[in-house]
């Protein structure tokens, strides 16, 4: 039996997902829009050539980041649609990553079965999203599972993600700004962690047809974190402090993925808390030790 399968989007989680396949002897095909980097450049938009990969594969997972965070509601639906009509064409189970961005804001920790409420376009981008592949999964049309991480860690510095961003200039004992809160309750996901979670889901009959959390620690704030992630590697805490509203309004009018933030300051602003024990009960995943993850972030 084939044990083939085929990941759309060659960053940190769909890397984190390659070796967590490659691991246990799978056959992976890692596909980008570009090609590099030893993948396989694939159109994304195109149904056709997404169906051409995923005939006679076991799954086909959803690992894009589009290039521009302001530009999803452009971006995202050709991709959706595509991987919708391979997924159905070929037989492959699709295989989502996400966010937490579809529940907005909560009171209390996030747990699966929780309603989407979406709260801004690109919230409701990926809501639409999830509802569509689940419609179809309930339809009979397709086989499709998700999981959802929250904001990324343990890929090293330079990454994008809010704790990465600042670590390069945290280790050299420099002070760093972050957005929203420095001091409230926010759970990290490791990019490891969530690709054992994409790659366990595939094969598991009992998940598909569902939205599930990868494993997480428990939260820490971005002061926390930040200074967990120099701890790590024997460097001294810095002063870890919330970007000034005046500031973030001057520099988000240059910088369009800083204005982009504005619409889910909220996961900053308060407690932002993911519960991820079903993913742990179900299969026994449990989350990296902390220590190990801010050791990879750092490097």
């Known amino acids: 039996m084939s044990d083939r399968h085929i990941i759309i989007g060659a960053g940190p989680v769909g890397r984190a997902t390659a070796d967590a396949l490659a691991a246990r002897g799978a056959d992976v095909v890692l596909a980008s829009r570009s090609g590099a980097g030893n993948t396989k450049a694939v159109d994304a938009t195109s149904a056709?050539?997404?169906t051409e990969l995923a005939n006679g594969a076991v799954a086909i997972y959803n690992c894009v980041n589009p290039p521009a965070y302001d530009k999803w509601p452009e971006l995202w639906p050709p991709v959706a649609n595509a991987l919708l009509a391979a997924a159905q064409r070929s037989g492959a189970v699709l295989v989502t990553a996400a966010n937490l961005y579809p529940y907005g804001p909560v009171d209390g920790a996030m747990v699966e079965g929780m309603p989407d409420a979406p709260s801004g376009k690109k919230a409701q981008v990926r809501a639409t999203m999830t509802a569509d592949?689940?419609?179809?999964?309930?339809?009979?049309r397709l086989r499709a599972v998700e999981v959802?991480?929250?904001?990324?860690?343990?890929?090293?510095?330079?990454?994008?993600a809010h704790v990465p961003r600042v670590i390069e200039k945290a280790l050299k004992g420099k002070?760093?700004?972050?957005?929203?809160s420095a001091?409230?309750?926010?759970?990290?996901?490791?990019?490891?962690?969530?690709?054992?979670?994409?790659?366990?889901?595939?094969?598991?009959?009992?998940?598909?047809?569902k939205v599930w959390h990868a494993p997480s620690n428990a939260p820490r704030t971005q002061a926390e974190a930040v200074n967990d992630v120099l701890a790590s590697v024997g460097v001294k805490p810095v002063s870890v402090k919330a970007m000034p509203a005046l500031m973030f309004t001057v520099v988000s009018s240059f910088v369009p993925i800083v204005r982009e933030l504005k619409e889910t300051d909220?996961?900053?602003?308060?407690?932002?808390?993911m519960d991820s024990s079903a993913i742990t009960a179900a299969f026994g995943l449990e989350p990296s030790p902390?220590?190990?993850?801010c050791r990879r972030t750092a490097k």
């Open 48 to 50: 056709e050539a997404l």
């Open 175 to 180: 002070a760093v700004r972050v957005i929203g």
């Open 133 to 140: 592949a689940f419609a179809a999964h309930a339809a009979g």
């Open 266 to 273: 909220y996961q900053f602003t308060r407690p932002f808390v």
């Open 148 to 160: 959802r991480g929250s904001d990324y860690v343990g890929a090293g510095p330079g990454d994008y």
């Open 290 to 293: 902390w220590d190990d993850i």
């Open 183 to 209: 001091d409230q309750p926010h759970t990290w996901t490791d990019v490891r962690d969530m690709g054992r979670a994409l790659a366990t889901v595939a094969t598991e009959e009992s998940a598909w047809g």
